[in-house]
T-cell receptor
Framework: AQSVTQLGSHVSVSEGALVLLRCNYS??????LFWYVQYPNQGLQLLLK??????LVKGINGFEAEFKKSETSFHLTKPSAHMSDAAEYFC??????????????FGKGTKLSVKP | DSGVTQTPKHLITATGQRVTLRCSPR?????VYWYQQSLDQGLQFLIQ???????AKGNILERFSAQQFPDLHSELNLSSLELGDSALYFC????????????FGNGTRLTVT
């Protein structure tokens, strides 16, 4: 069975500091991996995704993530935090099915706070 | 704007009642997914439809059911509601399955009193 673990339910950084949100996954097949962001009272918005190919993936708003198979990790980073980055971030794993299922399994989320 | 529309935005009802949540997927998306988000359980996958047919079931209670209509919109029916059913219910859609990212609506906040 697939699963996702996000280390740290809350992360706080200063504006301008590095953002690092950790995600580890468990999957018996090559995974598809995603990061989503949720702002208050809104749905989840896709930040970036890894399916195949280059292991360093760039997304929107300056975020990027690196797929490390040996570490079963897909950590999300941003070099310099902005106040507008304050939100909840979800890592998710999708099944590499050729067939019918396509649901994603989500981690429990990490709330990012950005201090001025 | 994800292109996924959910109605209503808020729903307040009493225990034992039945409600219907509606979702219109992004134009062209054939897959619709329902998720429940609560503080204690996080985001839980409920059920997936693809082009009108049920394709996957997650942690969906027997009191809950869903369907996808020929025009691809979907409805989630929740019956015999309990206090613990209070949550945010999200609909998401995707072009296909598996590697396709999901596009989420803004959710329906259900409060059961």
């Amino acid at each position: 069975a697939q699963s996702v673990t996000q280390l740290g339910s809350h992360v706080s950084v200063s504006e301008g500091a590095l953002v690092l949100l950790r995600c580890n996954y468990s999957s018996s097949v090559p995974p598809y991996l995603f990061w989503y962001v949720q702002y208050p009272n809104q749905g989840l918005q896709l930040l970036l995704k890894y399916t195949t190919g280059a292991t360093l993936v760039k997304g929107i708003n300056g975020f990027e993530a690196e797929f490390k198979k040996s570490e079963t990790s897909f950590h999300l980073t941003k070099p310099s935090a902005h106040m507008s980055d304050a939100a909840e971030y979800f890592c998710a794993v999708g099944m590499n099915y050729g067939g019918s299922q396509g649901n994603l399994i989500f981690g429990k989320g990490t709330k990012l706070s950005v201090k001025p | 704007d994800s292109g996924v529309t959910q109605t209503p935005k808020h729903l307040i009802t009493a225990t034992g009642q039945r409600v219907t949540l509606r979702c219109s997927p992004r134009s062209g998306d054939l897959s619709v997914y329902w998720y429940q988000q609560s503080l204690d359980q996080g985001l839980q996958f409920l059920i997936q439809y693809y082009n009108g047919e049920e394709r996957a079931k997650g942690n969906i209670l027997e009191r809950f059911s869903a369907q996808q209509f020929p025009d691809l919109h979907s409805e989630l029916n929740l019956s015999s509601l309990e206090l613990g059913d209070s949550a945010l219910y999200f609909c998401a859609s995707s072009e296909g399955q598996g590697k396709s990212p999901l596009h989420f609506g803004n959710g329906t906040r259900l409060t059961v009193t």
